[in-house]
């Protein structure tokens, strides 16, 4: 789900609401921390703050990028994915009172809690790449990052006539860090079969130094590229863009230093900064230091706030140093969930989340490496088979099957599927 702010005046007149446990977001983490706590207990007063009528199943919105998918096959409406005897507050938070138990809302709500679960995703800076909002969706400029773009991203790899196409990775944070290059690999397969590949240059700009952090799938990785003859330019983050004379700048860092080049495209897939929403960023429950500043300061293991007990997080918006995807999330709603029980019944916290994330990186149609990885980026497969490699059960995995699961089970709060098939190891 999309970041939950929008620029606000606090309005007079206050109305004041009290629960038990206040969830800020309705995306994937809020809702299966919320179906996960009721299945629990279905006397607990559960409270979820959204705002957004639509739940989106982002995870194929490359693959609608890619046309293997239909854009609105990935939306449906949030009241159908509100667990049952929760209670939705459709409004967005403005403010946070941790000192005070309080959630502020745009309708001018004030929101009391016992405990406090924030979820509420990432927040697109578009602004700050130089006039990128105005060049999105036309002429060239895609990105598979938000639901009213992707459709264009096909429309664009469909029509390529050839040139220069351009595939980027940001200086932030982001969710599905492997989607920038998803599309770069499916683009290259359509221009292939559209018989423009010969007449086409593909270069991937990322402000990172390596294609992927785990050593083990990105060595797969880079044969995929040096197959498919791929130009990579690492340390290289775009800042710019200029629609009109279809320009892209960006700041290239090499041991002399960071200079600006120029490169001109004929399509750009974008992937823009990322931070968490401004009004996690503006409270005391962000972190101050290190890579925790801005995101919300929570004990990588146990999910529970470093300085406030009763408040935990989880998914895009929390401090916690893994991949941003909805396995992750997978991974870390059973421990919040736990850990937010014992303090609850003032027991000790027992639940642990070891950075279990996964990655399933497309590498062309009907070709998928599984990866799935944790905190000290040491591969953690799931499946009896070699999962760096191309597979293509994976890739049915990721169209067909994955989709099924998160719509029907981890909306639904039953448990991981990786859990259980662990267990019977």
């Known amino acids: 789900m999309s970041a939950l702010t929008q620029e606000v005046n606090q309005p ?84 946070l009172d941790p000192d005070n138990n309080a959630v502020f809302t745009k309708q001018g709500q004030q929101i009391q809690y016992k405990y406090l679960v924030l979820a509420p995703g990432i927040q697109i800076d578009w602004h700050l ?43 932030t944070p982001i969710k599905c860090g492997g989607a920038p290059q998803k599309i770069m690999y499916l683009a290259d397969d359509a221009f292939r079969r559209n018989g423009v590949r010969d007449k086409s ?19 797969s990785l880079m044969q995929v590229i040096a197959r498919k003859k791929i130009d990579v330019k690492y340390k290289c983050n775009l800042k710019e863009i200029k629609g009109d004379t279809k320009e892209a700048i960006f700041d290239l860092t090499t041991d002399d230093g960071v200079s600006e080049i120029t490169i001109k495209y004929d399509m750009i897939h974008v992937t823009p900064p990322m931070s968490a929403p401004d009004f996690i960023k503006e409270s005391k429950l962000a972190g101050t230091l290190g890579a925790a500043k801005g995101w919300v300061d929570v004990n990588k293991s146990t999910l529970q706030h470093n300085v406030y007990p009763n408040v935990f997080s989880l998914g895009d918006a929390s401090s916690l140093p893994t991949s941003r995807t909805a396995a992750a999330v997978r991974g870390q709603a059973p421990v919040l969930v736990q850990n937010l ?23 062309g149609y009907g070709k998928l490496i599984f990866a799935e990885f944790d905190y000290d980026n040491r ?29 029907n089970r981890m909306l639904k709060g039953h448990p991981f599927e990786r859990n259980l098939l662990k267990s019977k190891k």
Not at 379 to 405: G, H, R, S, V
């Open 379 to 407: 591969p953690a497969p799931t499946f009896p088979i070699d999962q760096t490699q191309e597979n293509y059960l994976m890739w049915l995995a990721k169209k067909y099957l994955l989709p099924w699961l998160y719509w």
């Open 129 to 171: 790449i130089k006039g990128l909002k105005e060049a999105i969706g036309k002429n060239g400029v895609c990105s598979n990052y938000a639901y009213e773009y992707a459709p264009y991203t096909w429309e664009t790899i469909k029509n390529f006539p050839g040139g220069v196409a351009i595939f980027t990775f940001p200086a």
């Open 12 to 95: 007079s007149g206050t109305k004041m609401l009290s629960h038990q446990i206040v969830i800020i977001g309705g995306g994937a983490g809020g809702i299966t921390v919320a179906a996960q706590l009721l299945a629990k207990n279905p006397g607990l007063d559960v409270a979820i703050v959204e705002p957004s009528d639509k739940h989106y199943y982002q995870p194929a919105w490359t693959l609608v990028g890619a046309g293997e998918y239909a854009a609105e096959d990935t939306r449906r409406p949030e009241k159908d994915c509100i667990p049952p005897g929760a209670t939705w507050i459709q409004d967005y938070a403005v403010k």
């Open 201 to 219: 240059n593909i270069i991937y700009t990322t402000a990172g130094a390596g294609i992927f952090p785990v050593k083990e799938y990105a060595a």
């Open 341 to 363: 029980l014992a303090v609850m019944a003032s027991d000790s916290l027992n639940g642990s989340y070891d950075g279990y994330t996964c990655c399933p990186l497309i590498t």
